[in-house]
């Protein structure tokens, strides 16, 4: 059987989220996670609006698309938020219930609450390209401003530790969060 080539993707686009991007943000979360698991819309929305524009990235990926108006339609190029990763800070160094609740701007451990690809996408290697630029971008950030940031934290279920090991990160072994039914979990990448 010959090797299957994943189709080439356009290039990846990152920057900070937006307040315009919030109604897709929580639609990628609910098509992503379990009820049980998912981020509510008031919860994006105060990440949106408290965290520093480094920890809230947002993926897009140019489109095109028809707009129709009076019997004419044009096709344009535009970019679809296609994925998100958006985490808070703690002075925990590791994750506990607390910390995934709130939000300390004073801290330096950067708990990462979503990392979120449109169905469409998934398996295409999108999640570890935004995983490592969210990583690189806090580095730059640590560069520029002084270490602002000393870690990136992240809860995971089994199956998905293979993806955050790929983008860099380390088992630390199994959290003490619970959040919805399963076992998390916990990996870090030292910055």
Known sequence: MENARRPQLPPLKYRATQ????????ELEKASYPAT??????????R?????????????MEQEDFVCTDNMCTMLTVDKLVAFVNATLSASSTLTAESMKTHDPAGRTVCVHSVVVDPEFRR???????LTAYAEGL???????????DRVA??????LVPLYEKAGFVLRGKSEVVHGPEEWLELVLEL
């Open 48 to 60: 949106l609006s408290h965290v520093p524009g480094e920890l809230f990235l947002a993926c897009l």
């Open 139 to 149: 580095k730059e950030v640590n560069e520029r401003d002084g270490k602002k940031y």
């Open 19 to 26: 307040a315009t991007d919030l109604a897709r943000l929580h």
């Open 37 to 46: 698991e998912a981020a509510t819309f008031a919860q994006i929305e105060y």
């Open 154 to 159: 992240l809860l995971s279920h089994q199956e």
């Open 124 to 130: 295409k290697g999108i999640a570890t390209k935004c």
